[in-house]
């Protein structure tokens, strides 16, 4: 690519640059307009897009298109379609209506639906989303769908989200009247995902049947040489890494996506990309496009992006950070301490909603972040725990403190002054103060939240976070709106509320125990597992919430409930019958070849030279016979422990018996064959160690 990036920067998206130069005056307006007040779009409208679309799609050499949408698998799902109709004359005519735009019907039987739809009632439907914008890949022109069943219960990630989105801009424009911002019409959440993966060599991934099963290593001793020396982070960029970021980046600008920083991480072989953020739902799209793009750039480098969240024991896992702010339609960031005391206070106001939300709503953001992955992450001493807290950095915690309390805040502002809204001090713009261990940071103007994995949709946080958020400002508007005094019902009202959720601020260490045990003491929840996790989203309150700002029915609820899980039990379920065969297919035969070479070769010395000790041979393979037996009962066991746990039964249930049985039996087995590994001799391994895997780019 010999071009400047801004000149081909958003080339591949069909955004609004495109759509002024391919759509008359007329049809842009009242695209826009369907766009801003979110409606349906009018049937003429979408045939003149539809046109505009195609005409430029084929400008650019594209021959199919393919409604593209988010199932509950986590990725993305297309069907392709030419453009190619028959004409009379035997030709081929170039066709993309407006209804073939609006909407497509993808057989759907074979997508997680959480017993929503029977396989007898397979459709299901795709409709254009128009507010996220429609791209071009791999010669396919893509437009981004929202996916439901033929009843109408919403079957894919995206949609909650879009509904969320709809539901906090109307409550916090409720909150921006009472501030007399009459002028705004439309208030939207912002999201910057810094994504965290792993690259390796693909000629090693191809000996692990674990990776490319699992997407993780499922035995493997620590090697030498792990993350001790701190020597990766933020270090000199291999030329192979630097060369598959350079044309990843590439990839990114045409799709328009905002990449902007590319590092080295903390475990070797371990890197972020960081975007720059952009509305929730392109981030979204953009999220995925990302992570579908690094698997293919990788691919073709020779290379494989691992996005699981914890490919490799004893080094750091990969996570995702979520930054979440909310800002009004002409980009005002209301998260953004403001200039003068009346934005201040509207400022203190949202971040008391968030604080609210964040305590009230803890449970639902656990399950926002559970998987079956990210399991082995959260609450290991690398990850944000599974306790939620927030950091609030200690000037904005004083400042909230002082009006709680009604004292004088270390920052010299007396109580009094802090207590009428009108004079409250100056905030810190920049707060510098980081806390890297923190689950849900404050972060100067933004919120940081940092429990989602690596291979997540960053749909599912968001529409919680949007839904517990509207929540909040919901009911900060509704006593607000009754009031006369505004100013004094806010003071408060912004008191009343912190003086309740304080509990959930935390500036300390969070991976230390002593937070375990006062976390305990201030009554947070420590889920730490999906299992423990999920049941919270079935709950009464859950359902309430969802239902009452119609983000989710109580069916798509119990739907997404028994997707997660049933998720979770297949990933375990596959994970031991990976080990299972891999055990007994390669580690048990190596174990058991390299026992008898040194039996031989011991015997064939002992010929030769009759007073040989031969005490390495002889405890070597005394020891490794030992561990032959445990490793081979070791993997009935968990042979037995599957089987059982196919028995049939009430999710969670299994589930449940999947944490409780199952991984424990497979802890089991692989600490018996890495003690096995480490006396081997190396070739006699029979697939990759972590030495080679972590060092291999
Ligand atoms: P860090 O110090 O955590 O590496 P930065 O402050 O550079 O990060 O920002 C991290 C991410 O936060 C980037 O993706 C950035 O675009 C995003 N971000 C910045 N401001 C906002 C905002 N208002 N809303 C959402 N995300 C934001
Ligand atoms: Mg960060």
């Avoid at 309150?541 to 297949?570: G, M, P």
Wanted: net charge negative; proline share 4%.
């Amino acid at each position: 690519m010999t071009e400047r990036v801004d000149q081909y920067f958003g080339c591949s998206v069909f955004g609004d640059r495109m759509m002024r130069e391919y759509l008359n005056k007329e049809t842009y307006r009242e695209l826009k307009q369907t766009i801003r007040e979110g409606k349906e779009l009018d049937i003429s409208i979408a045939n003149q897009v539809a046109h505009a679309m195609k005409e430029w799609a084929l400008s650019k050499g594209v021959t199919h298109f393919t409604h593209w949408f988010q199932p509950m698998t986590g990725i993305t799902a297309e069907k392709h379609e030419s453009f190619i109709s028959p004409a009379k004359d035997g030709s081929a005519l170039l066709e993309f209506s407006g209804k073939e735009l609006i909407k497509g019907e993808p057989d759907a039987s074979s997508f997680p639906s959480g017993g929503l739809r029977a396989t007898f009632e397979a459709r299901g439907y795709t409709a254009w989303d128009p507010s996220s914008y429609a791209f071009i890949k791999e010669n396919t022109l893509c437009i981004p769908t929202a996916f439901c069943s033929y009843s109408g219960e919403v079957l894919d990630k995206k949609t909650p989200l879009l509904r969320s989105m709809e539901v906090i801009s109307t409550q916090a424009l409720r909150i921006l009247k009472l501030f007399g911002k009459t002028e705004v019409k439309r208030v939207v959440t912002t999201v910057g995902p810094e994504q965290e993966y792993f690259l390796i060599d693909k000629s090693l991934y191809l000996k692990r049947k674990d990776l490319i099963h699992t997407g993780r290593t499922l035995l493997g001793a620590r090697p030498p040489k792990g993350q001790e020396l701190e020597d990766h982070y933020f270090g000199n960029l291999k030329s192979r890494v630097s060369s598959f970021m350079r044309e990843l980046d590439e990839e990114l600008w045409k799709l328009g996506i905002l990449a902007k920083t590319e590092h080295n991480e903390v475990a070797p072989s371990q890197h972020e990309l960081a975007p720059i953020f952009t509305t929730s739902n392109l981030a979204v799209d953009h999220n995925q496009l990302t992570m579908e793009m690094m698997k293919k750039i990788a691919d073709k480098h020779g290379l494989v992006c691992l996005l699981h969240e914890k490919p490799f024991a004893g080094v750091n896992g990969s996570g995702k950070h979520n930054n979440w702010s909310i800002s009004t339609d002409a980009g005002v960031n209301l998260l953004e301490p403001g200039d003068n005391p009346k934005d201040n206070a509207q400022f203190l106001l949202f971040l008391v909603a968030v604080i609210a939300a964040v305590d009230e709503y803890q449970d639902l953001l656990r399950v926002s972040v559970a998987s079956a992955g990210n399991d082995h992450r959260l609450g290991a001493n690398e990850a944000p725990p599974a306790i939620v807290s927030m950091f609030l950095g200690e000037e904005l915690t004083n400042i909230l403190d002082s009006l709680a309390d009604g004292t004088d805040c270390p920052c010299k502002a007396p109580s009094s002054m802090l207590l009428g809204v009108n004079l409250l001090p100056p905030l810190p713009k920049d707060s510098t103060d980081r806390n890297r261990t923190s689950p849900f940071a404050f972060t100067g103007n933004k919120f940081e939240f940092r429990m989602l994995g690596s291979s997540f949709s960053v749909s599912g946080p968001n529409f919680v976070l949007n839904t517990i958020i509207a929540d909040k400002l919901s009911q900060f508007a509704d006593s607000l709106e009754m009031e006369n005094d505004f100013s004094c019902a806010l003071s408060k009202l912004v008191k009343e509320t912190y003086q309740k959720h304080r509990r959930i601020v935390f500036n300390g260490n969070n991976y230390a125990q002593a937070w375990v045990e006062e976390a305990h003491r201030r009554g947070l929840s420590n889920l730490k597992s999906t299992v423990d996790a999920l049941p919270a989203f079935i709950s009464k309150k859950s359902i309430d919430l969802f239902s009452k700002f119609n983000v989710l029915s109580e069916t798509e609820i119990h739907s997404r409930y028994e997707i997660v899980l049933e998720n979770y039990c297949k990933t375990i379920n596959i994970e031991a019958l990976t080990m299972t065969d891999m055990i007994r297919k390669q580690i048990l035969p190596a174990i058991s070849a390299f026992s008898g070479e040194l039996a031989r070769s011991a015997q064939d010395k002992l010929a030769l030279v009759p007073a040989l000790s031969l005490s390495y041979e002889k405890n070597t393979v005394t020891e490794l016979s030992r561990l032959t037996d445990s490793l081979a009962s070791a993997v009935a066991e968990l042979e037995r422990k599957v089987v059982d746990a196919r028995m049939p039964g009430e999710v969670l249930q299994v589930s449940r018996y999947y944490h409780d049985q199952v991984l424990p039996a497979m802890a089991e087995v692989r600490s018996i064959s890495d003690t096995a590994e480490l006396l081997m001799g190396e070739q006699y391994y029979p697939i990759p160690t972590y030495e080679h895997l972590l060092y291999s780019v």
